[in-house]
């Protein structure tokens, strides 16, 4: 098996990550990974729990002269966002990511590179088999399932680990220290769909959109990018003014915390009305192509004739409720901070939209770093949902991480950040939620704080991650580590 990366630094940081990108590793698809994990810290000799949730701890000693220093906790998830191009052959549960250098960027061909959060992993390896970096006593934790729940860290038992200082790595930008982020909460609506046997003269077609760039729903929610939900619902709205057809499916997006990309709504008409269709379609080509041509210059939308004929369709009744509740379906910025410039307070993300056998089913992310604000966008998509007639639910709700003005932790990361580069590092608040907030919940009194290198265009098939600046963290955090005596 080829090594894309043996001639990188630091050798074993890209060594381990380059493992890690050969073991399918989606959400809910963590079992290989959290194994691996075991058998490496069995390899090394080191004391190891792997819980019910498939969380994995693993502790380390400290060094000589590190032994009775306060113990800190190294943290990161296993899970990655499972993206592809249309047309890219990938199999998630078994094929390995190809990786590929670009200059000082490493990608995934065609697919996310799970930099988010493998980069983490990755480091704190490095870490437990080195046999000559100073440091503290060390408990490393990778917990499951973040990108879609964080069931994982809502599963942890406090209990297995000592540490009360806490470093997340799961930060993408250099020189930018979090410090406090967004809680959040998913949502569904569930539309019941009543089917209805098609008709002789009717024809079928697909109407798709394509080309945006999408991205991850906290960290890039301010910039603008279409939401391809959203677009198609627009289309179908203006569309069904004016021509009567109906739904034969809708779907669109792959998961609630990205902004979906793509969608596609197969439709069901009379044949001499296809024509007309087509020219509305073009119409909102040329309108989103003017819309977006900042932010998603490739956006397109298409319709394409089919030639298969569908046995049933939804009624006129669940198209029009489909199609009012996609249009008038909350997502976007709702509010933004007073208190923090240009930092995001609360949002929505409709991020997937799902044609099962009796139902359509519209998957949110909401996020906001203030509670009330939190529950108010949930309580007003409940009002909407519950008005087209569908059925409302939540899951996996989580807390947010409130700054600590008291932090010694981030004192430590000051200190070495300016001795290191001469500058201070920026101390922020982010839109996106990390695990941090729940760890607050379980563990009441820890210091933490959040870093990472430079990762760019996370939950999308460009996904990449800077080489020269994978390097300059892992020194940071080297350096830290020897500071925490």
């Known amino acids: 098996m080829s090594n894309v990366l043996k001639d990188l630094k630091p050798n074993d940081v890209f060594k381990y990550f380059e493992e890690i990108t050969r073991i399918p590793r989606g959400s809910g698809n963590e ?26 701890i693993i502790k380390k000693p400290g060094t000589s002269g590190y032994e009775n220093a306060p113990t800190v906790i190294l943290q990161g998830h296993m899970d990655m966002v499972n993206e592809k191009n249309q047309g890219t052959e990938h199999d998630f549960d078994k094929d390995p990511l190809k990786l590929r250098i670009e200059g000082d960027m490493i990608y995934a061909t065609g697919t996310t590179l799970g930099a988010d959060n ?18 503290p006593p060390v408990e490393v934790l990778v917990t499951t399932d973040e990108e879609t729940g964080m069931s994982g860290a809502m599963a942890l038992n406090p ?8 470093i997340n790595i799961d930060s993408e930008e250099e020189g930018k220290l979090l410090v406090s982020c967004a809680g959040g909460v998913r949502t569904t609506s569930a539309l019941g769909i009543n089917w209805e046997s098609s008709k002789q003269n009717e024809t079928y077609a697909v109407i798709r959109i394509r080309g945006l760039k999408g991205g991850h729903s906290g960290m890039e929610i301010h910039k603008g990018r279409g939401n391809a939900n959203k677009l198609m619902g627009r289309v179908l709205h203006d569309v069904l003014s004016t021509i009567d057809f109906q ?8 998961k609630n915390n990205a902004i979906p990309r793509e969608a596609d709504a197969v439709i069901a008409l009379d044949n001499t009305k296809i024509e007309a269709v087509k020219a509305k379609v073009e119409e909102w080509n040329k309108v989103f192509k003017n819309e977006f041509k900042v932010s998603d210059a490739d956006v397109k939308v298409q319709i394409e004739a089919l030639n298969s004929k569908f046995e049933k369709i939804f009624s006129k009744d669940t198209t029009k409720k489909a199609v009012e509740l996609l249009f008038v379906y909350p997502s976007g910025i709702q509010t933004m901070s007073m208190e923090i410039k240009d930092l ?8 997937v939209v799902t044609t099962f056998e009796n139902e359509v089913h519209y998957d949110s992310a909401t996020r906001s770093s203030v509670k009330s604000l939190k529950y108010d966008a949930v309580d007003q998509t409940k009002v909407i949902a519950e008005a087209m007639g569908a059925k409302f639910s939540t899951q996996s709700d989580y807390p947010d991480w409130q700054y600590n003005a008291e932090s010694k932790l981030r004192k430590i990361f000051e200190k070495v950040y300016k001795d290191i580069n001469g500058i201070d590092p920026e101390i922020v608040a982010i839109h996106a939620g990390v695990e941090c907030g729940l760890f607050k919940e379980k563990f009441g ?3 933490m704080i959040s870093f990472g290198p430079n990762l760019y265009d996370v939950h999308t098939p460009e996904e990449h991650m800077s080489i020269s600046s994978t390097q300059r963290m892992w020194d940071y955090l080297v350096e830290v580590l020897k500071e925490m005596k």
């Open 31 to 56: 079992k290989g990974i959290s194994d691996y994990l075991v058998a490496f810290a069995k390899e090394h000799n080191l004391e190891v729990i792997q819980d019910e949730a498939l969380n994995v």
């Open 118 to 135: 493998g980069i983490a992993i990755a480091y704190a390896m490095a870490l437990l088999a080195s046999k000559d970096i100073a440091h």
């Open 159 to 166: 209990e297995h680990l000592n540490g009360r200082m806490l």
């Open 247 to 254: 739904l034969v499916s809708l779907n669109g997006g792959a």
């Open 344 to 351: 995001v307070q609360s949002s929505t993300n409709l991020g």
């Open 445 to 447: 009194e820890i210091d």
